[in-house]
């Protein structure tokens, strides 16, 4: 019913950046709030950043001021800026989406993830 399609994940070095991007299709009625998360190996899951249907945005401690969330909502795309990428941000990343769907109810969804590698 629904898809996720996450790219722009790969290997960069410190002080480097990437550009990642979600696009969400299918039987949507309307999307609530997009957000990126990542996990790293021995790690918990955790929430990176996330922006509301009307911009608002929330941010990892971690990531303030290097990291910038954003939508466009005509495109169901969310992205995330990366910038001054350190070691410790290599992880997965994945897309999250919670969306009213076209029958009424509620649902979150996630994207297949995409790895984030930061190393010299």
């Known amino acids: 019913q629904v898809q996720l399609v996450e790219s722009g994940g790969g290997l960069v070095q410190p002080g480097g950046s990437l550009r990642l991007s979600c696009a969400a299709s299918?039987?949507?009625?309307?999307?609530?709030?997009m957000g990126w998360y990542r996990q790293a190996p021995g790690k918990q899951r955790e929430v990176v950043a996330d922006i509301t249907s009307a911009g608002i945005t929330n941010y990892l401690d971690s990531v303030k001021g290097r990291f910038t969330i954003s939508r466009d909502n005509a495109k169901n795309t969310v992205y995330l800026q990366m910038n001054s990428l350190k070691p410790e941000d290599t992880a997965v990343y994945s897309c999250?989406?919670?969306?009213?769907?076209?029958?009424?109810?509620?649902?979150?969804?996630w994207g297949q993830g995409t790895q984030v590698t930061v190393s010299s």
């Open positions: 999250n989406v919670n969306a009213r769907m076209n029958w009424g109810d509620e649902r979150d969804f």
């Open positions: 299918g039987s949507i009625f309307r999307i609530n709030v």
